[in-house]
């Protein structure tokens, strides 16, 4: 996968988005890599699951759909090559401390990534985990389901109002019939008059009651309640609790527009949404939803709600009011957030009380054991003392034979115990009591400070210190190079303060150490000092040196290439190709060599051939690659001045060949039909050399359009069958040393140049000829493979070695022990060119000895 190598792709792969590559092998889908992002978000924890299947690094909990879900959605995103977004799913995966599995719930989306021949390489996967979303969303549907049950009884009430608002206009149409039945009678009348009055009183008193049973079900719901009248959003029986979210009292909001109470939700999402449940009769719901609220007092404060906005419809169908239903949540948002921090501080607190009780535990222990121990020390002291010494000479011995010397030394004492090795490294006598004057003495002067800063630190920190210096052996008057290890031992009852460690001699590694450093400026200078663009490359691709051939090329300081490099300034026409050259050989970690056009900082183009190669250790690990430019903008100048000169002078060659064979072939005729045999046979020599000429000139034509950009491409439809036999019938007229034999297993269209194709498969029976013995067969294959028309010619010759079989297809190449055989390298060169411009591929395998079959495909037609 080389685009994981990629600088660009890395930057994009590492940022904060969970990320992770898997193969395509289905059904284990192998995981290729992934960013810490995604480490983290899955608890991987220290485990490196690179390499493994992606459901033995997150076993499947067959309880629940969701590995079947991703399983599907992987296959899906394989086969259609599309992007795939997957529903919520449920995946359960460990607990951040490895203890539990626990619930966990995903938004996955799979993208495919195909490689430069657009086949699918594996699958790029972001996995968002929304466990706690989702919690909250069925905390928030167990909310929902309560108040649509408060609903539903509004919705009974706003009924039963209805009901007696219809009984009530029947009684007035009772009413007015009533009227005109008994006119005549005004008693009747005013009886009938007075029990109206009172049944209307009754409905009233009813309505009423059905009102104040509205007001009271929102004046005493737990959660903020109150009725938005009309698109204009009239504020009506809003309740206590959302007079104090609003921390407004009634008389300032009740019957006034919602938006000039709040001028600041003009620039929020609710008036919105407001409109769009009168537009559509759909209840909204939120949770946790941020919203700012401009108090009396001018401040603007930030506070969390979880709302939903019920329509209410009135007798015409038509939503007459809103329903707006808010929990203020502020406080538990805060409080989980510090929540979260108390947990945090508890567990540091718990784990610090669980030390403590262990060591707690275990000093109890020491102490329940403290006397039988004391009994028994006294009985083991002699013998541990006598251990001791023959330990401390043991000791002695390893570092003798380790070539390590061993000190004690009691500051202020002057006094420095010194073993026989570090004696020999200081170059004082081996016998007799040595001081710290007399090893301070032997030290070169500028580094004495640098003992005595170590010294002091080792004493005031209790900690190890390590220091290297130069000393000069008095014995021999030698450089020699000395590190100290040691450490500080403070005093005890029985011993004083004092340092113990270790002296080494490094004076075989600081001279190592100088001369590479000496080697590596001497590569420096020589780099700055050239004309040739030098570059070093560590072992991920990232360039880490430039020369300053670089930046008098590209207009671009050290830092920019460093960080940008220079392939942004490579023509298109080259990048590819280089780029694909460079990558080829990394993942090999082989030398390479390629030819590319790089914009320079005067806007022209300048040709260089790079040369790279590989560096390794000492131990062969790979550390990266130096890479050398050279500029052949001239020589490229040079071969286009060559290509021209040849064009010319091959149109040039071809007049006179031309009448040349136009002749020869009159006189195979006239000698032909006069029955004369010698000049007949005479004759055919002399076309054959007259068409080897014309093969070769056409030869040296080709290349030159070819690296002009001159090869044109005609592709007609035309039978490749048909083809081969007409070449074989013309090689048999020219040639009677071998017996061609052409296998046609079904006739082929193929949709190409027919005259190109047909100078490809003449070379190769031309070489088959030229490299085989006389009498041999050479046999001619034509067959689909693949999808694609395949072509192969054998001959049973004297075969390539193995070390020429790459270098065959390259311009100008010839088998070095086949130099006898005429001809100048270009037309196998030509025929790969030819194949490669049919999107085809031309190869060859070959045994020395046995013979060799070339081999091409190309496409078919339709």
Not at 148 to 157: G, I, Y
Request: hydrophobic share 35%.
């Amino acid at each position: 996968m080389n685009f994981l190598k990629s600088p660009l792709f890395k930057a994009l792969f590492n940022d904060n988005v969970p990320r992770i590559i898997l193969h395509t092998d289905i059904p284990d889908f192998t995981i290729a890599a992934y960013n810490d992002t995604f480490k983290t978000t899955t608890h991987l924890n220290d485990r490196n699951v690179i390499g493994e299947s992606v459901w033995t690094a997150f076993p499947r909990n067959e309880k629940n759909d969701g590995p079947d879900i991703l399983m599907n959605g992987l296959t899906k995103a394989i086969e259609t090559g599309q992007k795939t977004e997957l529903p919520p799913l449920r995946y359960d995966i460990q607990s951040k401390d490895a203890t539990v599995v626990e619930e966990s719930w995903w938004q996955v989306e799979i993208e495919p990534i195909k490689d430069e021949d657009g086949k699918r390489q594996s699958l790029h996967v972001i996995t968002q985990n929304i466990t706690d979303q989702v919690q909250k969303n069925k905390e928030f549907d167990n909310y929902i389901e309560r108040e649509q049950l408060l609903n539903r009884k509004l919705s009974e009430t706003h009924e039963e109002l209805a009901a007696s608002n219809e009984e009530l206009q029947a009684n007035l149409e009772d009413l007015r019939s009533t009227n005109e039945a008994l006119a005549g009678s005004r008693k009747e009348l005013q009886s009938l008059n007075l029990d109206l009055e009172r049944r209307i009183d009754e409905r009233t008193k009813d309505l009423e009651a059905s009102k104040i049973l509205l007001q009271n079900i929102i004046a005493t719901a737990n959660i903020a309640m109150t009725l938005l009248k009309g698109t204009e959003l009239i504020i009506e029986l809003p309740n206590p609790k959302m007079l104090q979210i609003w921390q407004r009292d009634l008389t300032s909001v009740n019957e006034k527009k919602l938006t000039d109470v709040f001028p600041e939700l003009q620039n929020q999402q609710f008036p919105q949404l407001l409109a769009d449940v009168f537009s559509t009769g759909k209840r909204v719901a939120m949770p946790q939803v941020s919203v700012e609220i401009l108090l009396p007092t001018g401040e603007l404060k930030l506070i969390y709600v979880d709302f939903s906005y019920d329509p209410i419809f009135g007798n015409d169908g038509e939503v007459e009011y809103i329903l707006a239903s808010v929990i203020n949540i502020t406080d538990q948002v805060e409080n989980l957030k510090r929540l979260e921090e108390s947990q945090a501080e508890l567990q540091a607190t718990t784990e610090e009380l669980a030390a403590s009780n262990e060591e707690l535990s275990a000093t109890n222990e020491e102490l329940a054991t403290t006397n039988e121990e004391l009994q028994e020390a006294q009985e083991s002291l002699f013998i541990k003392n006598e251990e001791l010494a023959e330990t401390e000479e043991s000791l002695r011995l390893a570092l003798d034979s380790g070539n390590l010397g061993i000190y004690n030394v009691v500051p202020g004492s002057g006094k420095f115990d010194i073993s026989n090795k570090a004696r020999e490294f200081y170059g004082l006598p081996s016998s007799g009591e040595i001081s710290w004057t007399d090893v301070t003495a032997t030290v070169v002067p500028e580094y004495l400070q640098i003992i005595e800063r170590a010294r002091l630190k080792a004493l005031a920190t209790q900690k190890p210190f390590d220091v290297q210096y130069p000393i000069i052996q008095p014995n021999t008057n030698k450089t020699k190079w000395i590190r100290v290890v040691g450490k500080s031992v403070g005093e005890t009852k029985l011993r004083p303060a004092r340092f113990l460690g270790v002296i080494m001699d490094i004076t075989e590694e600081v001279e190592h150490r100088l001369v590479l450093e000496e080697s590596e400026d001497r590569f420096r200078t020589m780099a700055e000092a050239t004309d040739v663009f030098i570059a070093v490359g560590d072992v991920t691709g990232n360039a880490i040196y430039f020369n300053k051939a670089w930046t008098r090329l590209t207009g671009r300081v050290m830092d920019e290439l460093r960080e940008f490099g220079w392939s942004d300034l490579i023509h298109p026409e080259d990048k590819d190709r280089y780029v694909n050259i460079y990558l080829s050989a990394f993942d090999k970690q082989e030398p390479f060599t390629g030819e590319f056009r790089i914009l320079g900082k005067d806007g022209e183009y300048t040709w260089l051939l790079a040369k790279g190669t590989p560096r390794f250790h000492a131990d062969g690990t790979f550390t990266g690659y130096i890479s050398s430019s050279f500029d052949i903008t001239e020589l490229k100048k040079d071969e286009l001045r060559k290509n021209d000169f040849i064009g010319m002078v091959s149109h040039e060659l071809k007049t006179p060949l031309t009448a040349i064979s136009g002749f020869i072939q009159v006189l195979q005729a006239r000698a032909k039909k006069n029955d004369d045999t010698y000049t007949l046979h005479a004759l055919n020599r002399a076309y054959n050399q007259v068409k080897k000429m014309t093969t070769m000139i056409n030869g040296f034509l080709n290349v030159s359009r070819l690296e002009s950009g001159k090869l044109l491409i005609e592709k007609t439809d035309f039978q490749l069958d048909e083809l081969l036999q007409e070449l074989i019938d013309e090689s048999d007229l020219v040639q009677f040393s071998h017996e061609l034999v052409l296998n046609i297993a079904e006739p082929i269209t193929v949709k190409a140049d027919r005259d190109k194709i047909g100078s490809v498969i003449s070379n190769l029976l031309s070489n088959a000829v030229k490299y085989s013995s006389a009498g041999t067969k050479i046999d001619i294959e034509c067959h689909l493979k693949n999808g694609n028309a395949f072509v192969s010619v054998t001959d049973y010759g004297i075969g390539i070695d193995s070390e020429d079989l790459n270098k065959l297809f390259d311009r100008y190449y010839r088998v070095g022990k086949n130099h006898t055989v005429s001809g100048f390298g270009i037309g196998l060169y030509l025929s790969a060119e030819i194949i490669a411009r049919h999107d085809g591929i031309i190869g060859v395998e070959s045994e020395v000895d046995k013979g060799s079959t070339f081999y091409f495909e190309i496409p078919v037609a339709g």
